[in-house]
């Protein structure tokens, strides 16, 4: 009985469940769907269920997408005993580097780029320096304090890691939260304010969350969208839906406190490696957000940091290794999977079970944001993306509705689902505090979605037209 009871485990019931997934379409058949189209289905399913139940760690999944690929949509494919299959787009199977070649991604790289900068800013405490400057002209008032904090969260988590953004805040929070009266509802608004803007934030640029940088790879031939263009449609709603959500946050957790006390020193790294470090970050920092002028694409620019810090020491071997490797593996397992979507022929096989053509492009827009805050509250958002974003491109391709609008519809709108201490990192580092309850979370997070939603079905559109597109 105990055994048994074992083995029937969230995770067991979960790996049985993508199993049965992957093997359905090899043994069903599908009208209309090609043989390549029928092998993308079986691990679309899989990637579906593990990502969803995360029984393996997402990057575990995305080494297996990646693999299972090769093994069975791509050249090699020819050698094993279940042979190449019939129904590619360009009439015959791509080669296996095709999806290995993903791990080496120029957006990879870009990311790579942003977990060295963030590094840096943590050895020597750059981040906790920023945030003593820009919180001091906030005063002591509690809604204005929290209005700083937010505000300083977002724009750190434009260039670092969201996580290590709200670890960092977090930090600058809690001393004021013991500060307050246990029956303060402020300390709950401060403790939400730190990772939701965290999310927000990370919408800014194309390194700021994994999302993003998933929307921009599945792109490919469809579309490119430059640092700066990214930043020119996203940076206004970042800075909209943070005053949104500061709003909702004060509206729903208020306080009669009338002033919060703190004291943040600012303690200066004057080192060698300290100065090296800033001025590459600035010169990184300049050339992306400059990047229509100089004519160096951003991916490149992403190496910079890469070089110069590792060449000078100024990040060590051991520093190096703990960079967030599972993060680029998956990315790079949504990025193979978009393309195994596109040579199968299942995006077009997926876009022709819905009359499209017929459904206004602001509609479309709004279904994929609605489906993009749904999955991402229940899954990582860069699971979510990277099921969404290949869809989105095919169904962007296939109707008068602009690329780059389609995928920036997802990617936002994964960063807007923050109802649940699951639904992003942030929100688990900030629920762990102990200074949240699961209903504030939800019930802060839910509305904030909601508001998310129409905002990108408002702005979105006028927004991306500003930028270019």
């Not at 999806?99 to 990311?111: E, K, N, Q, R």
Request: charged content about 10%.
């Amino acid at each position: 009985m105990n055994t048994a009871t074992s083995l029937l485990t969230r995770r067991n019931i979960a790996l049985i469940i993508a199993l049965i997934g992957y093997l359905v379409p090899w043994f069903v058949e599908i009208p209309g769907l090609s043989e390549a189209g029928h092998r993308l289905l079986s691990i679309f399913l899989l990637a579906v269920i593990l990502w969803m139940s995360e029984a393996i760690p997402l990057f575990a999944t995305s080494s297996m997408v990646i693999f299972l690929l090769v093994l069975t949509l791509s050249d090699a494919s020819e050698d094993l005993m279940w042979g190449v299959a019939e129904g590619f787009t360009d009439g015959e199977a791509p080669a296996y580097a095709m999806y290995f070649a993903t791990l080496a991604s120029p957006v990879l790289i870009l990311f790579l780029g942003g977990f060295f900068l963030a590094n840096g800013a943590a050895k020597f405490g750059l981040d906790k320096n920023l945030s003593a400057i820009m919180l001091k002209p906030f005063g002591t008032k509690p809604t204005r304090v929290l209005l700083g904090l937010m505000l300083i969260t977002g724009f750190l988590s434009m260039w670092m890691s969201n996580t290590a953004t709200t670890a960092t805040l977090m930090a600058v929070v809690l001393p004021l939260i013991r500060g307050l009266a246990p029956e303060d509802r402020l300390r709950a608004g401060l403790a939400l304010g730190v990772p939701f803007a965290a999310n927000i934030g990370g919408m800014g640029t194309p390194v700021g969350s994994p999302p993003n940088a998933i929307s921009i790879a599945a792109l490919g031939d469809a579309g490119s969208v430059t640092f700066t263009q990214w930043m020119l449609f996203a940076i206004p709603l970042t800075a909209v839906m943070l005053v949104l959500t500061w709003l909702v946050l004060v509206f729903c957790f208020r306080t009669k406190t009338p002033a919060i006390e703190f004291s943040m020193e600012q303690k200066w790294n004057k080192s060698t490696p300290a100065w090296i470090y800033y001025a590459t970050a600035v010169v990184t920092i300049g050339m992306w957000v400059t990047e229509s002028l100089h004519g160096v694409n951003s991916f490149i620019i992403g190496l910079l940091p890469v070089t110069v810090l590792l060449s000078t020491g100024v990040i060590n071997t051991r520093e190096f290794r703990s960079m967030e490797w599972d993060v680029l593996w998956l990315v790079a397992g949504g990025i193979a999977l978009g393309r195994g979507v596109a040579v199968s022929g299942f995006d077009d096989w997926m876009v022709g079970l819905i009359d499209w053509q017929n459904i206004p492009p602001m509609f479309i827009g709004g279904m994929l944001a609605a489906a993009a805050l749904f999955l991402s509250t229940f899954i990582s958002n860069s699971a979510a993306a990277n099921l969404l974003a290949p869809m989105a491109v095919a169904i962007a391709t296939s109707t008068d509705s602009g690329p780059v609008a389609t995928v920036a519809y997802v990617a936002l709108a994964c960063s807007m689902a923050m109802a649940m201490p699951i639904s992003t990192p942030p929100n688990a580092i900030a629920y762990a505090s102990g200074a949240i309850r699961t209903p504030d979370m939800a019930k802060a997070g839910l509305i904030i979605g909601f508001i998310g939603i129409a905002a990108l079905y408002l702005l979105l559109p006028h927004l991306v037209r500003f930028a270019g597109y």
